[in-house]
């Protein structure tokens, strides 16, 4: 009989666990919501004891329904820059998370960049000086919630990305771990040495023993019988960011192999093998994962604006009912028209990153029709990643092996069919939505001895919708050129 696991998948919006079994099939998932909180312009927070709660609901869910009770191993992905302060011991949170969408860091970026620190932040954690990631928001914390910086430096109070919350938890404070992904987010991590640095520490006021150990993301972090959901405990083993562990899932093994995360954003990651490399301008280079104390690392690039441009064609403008309209509609017409949309509506991210850019639509004529304007929006999305991917090939000295696509918008064929056509490349569509989760179960399988290798994981069979390209590399060139004359104009 084959062996089960639960891949508990917390992100932004809920958290699922999804069961799977040691070949990669998904048997059966559950999913519980939570709260977004806005407690004032450019803030955003999460209430962590309800993620807690959702995941412990989640579970019930599905022992409700299925015989866990020889459940091999539990894994867990997570949103990743999210940051989480509670207690030793309890591991009640001491406070709201505070998410990776939350701006109120951004201060404290500014003085560090006008310090002249960005430089060195760059060259040993490889991200941007951006709020973005976590350790500004803990900046913000240790200079306005003086009481918590105190338990923090006093050891009661602990630090952790969403994983190392939840492994806590799952482990009853016995486990006090992240994985090197995640850590690897938080701009207080060498990705080099792997190993906390003490001076970007102490830049950003965290003391470095709040801060938890950091394992491989295929080792064990003790064992779980989630407070009594599961008749026994069982490893808690594969731990991963969730971009990353989407890669993974995509067994992406190999340098030049790239996944695309077609989501509200667009999340690009690009295997550049075992060795750092300072990305270009525009990217920044990740920790893939860690396997047996072996790094993998990826340029990493984030597109803003993908399905959520979609959304603002449906609440903002009406053209649309529903977006699984769009294929219909750019299918409709002959081309675009000459329309393009930027979506600039916060600014353009990778590979431009200017925040002050503003969202147009240009070439509109007394012939323009919604569908033309629904094509651009589609097509808009193809733009960007094909900007990145360029950006990727300029700085990453391999040449792109295969694309590997994910998410919600990959079930729109038109979209699909422009990404192939426009990058040039075989896009391969995962047939299992849940990319995240299998990212981190798989990383689970190979911890736990359930399959041997990385090649026995790229092995297994798998679905895939495969999309060659079939539009002239000439044709691709020229609307490209149109793209970044229409881009010129937002900068």
Known sequence: MSAMLVSIDQSTSATKAVLLDDRCAVLDKASR???????????VEHDAEEIWQNTLAALGDLAARQDLSQLAGLSVTNQRETIVVFERGTGRPLRRAMVWQCRRGEPFCRELREAGHEDVIRCRTGLRLDTYFSASKLKWLARQELDLARKLREGDALIGTMDAYLVYRLTGGAVFATDATNASRTLLYDIRQLRWDEELCALFDV????????????????????????????????VMGDSQASLFAQRCFQPGMVKATFGTGTSVLLNIGGAFRRPPEGLVCALAWVVQGRPTYAYEGIINYSAATVAWLKDQLGLIRDANETEALAAAVEDNGGVYLVPAFAGLSAPYWKPEARAAIVGLTAHTRREHVVRAALESIGFQLRDVLDLMKSGAGVAVQSLHGDGGSTANRFLMQFVADLCGVELSVAGVPESSALGAASAGMLGLGLQPSLEALAALPREWTVYRPQMPPQRARALLQDWHSAVQRVL
């Open 33 to 43: 919501g939570h709260r977004q909180i806005y407690p004032q312009p450019g803030w």
């Open 207 to 238: 003391p470095i023993r709040a801060l938890p150990e950091v394992r491989d993301s295929t080792a064990r972090f003790g064992e779980t019988d989630a407070g009594g959901i599961l008749a026994r405990g069982v490893p808690l083993c594969g």
